[in-house]
């Protein structure tokens, strides 16, 4: 037991090594296909992707600062849980329960107006959007050409 463990500690430089090659490799990966999405430009995809990384870690370090705060953590939850019971009503009740039950499946109706447009403002401030800071960062961050 005591070599196991042994060998393993004496193996932990080599996963970090390999840990590091792979994101290596997959920053260099995405850096090609950005490369190829902007027209070529190397730059412009380096900094593109590493806007990107900026960002995530941003959105990390948001979720960080609200999962230490109780206040924080009950007020996303409150603005979270009315789409929670609507989206599980419709998922489970109308689509499962409700035809195991009656046999035909339940309806609910859409969310309309200023509800469905506070709805997704919520949503979208809650879970964030990498995919439209990236667009953002490609949008301005372009060279004229």
Known sequence: MLTAILAFFQAIPAI?????NFVSKYYDAKVQITTARVGGDVDVAKQLVTGVVAEGQTRVEFLRVISQSKFLMWLVGGFAFPWIVYEWKVVLWDNMVC??????????????????????????GIFGTGGVMAVGQMF??????
């Open 16 to 20: 970090t090594g390999g840990i590091n």
């Open 99 to 124: 035809f195991w039950i009656y046999g035909a499946y339940g309806f609910t109706p859409t969310i309309k107006g200023l509800v469905a447009d506070w709805a997704g403002v919520i949503l979208a």
């Open 140 to 145: 301005f961050n372009r060279r004229e050409r």
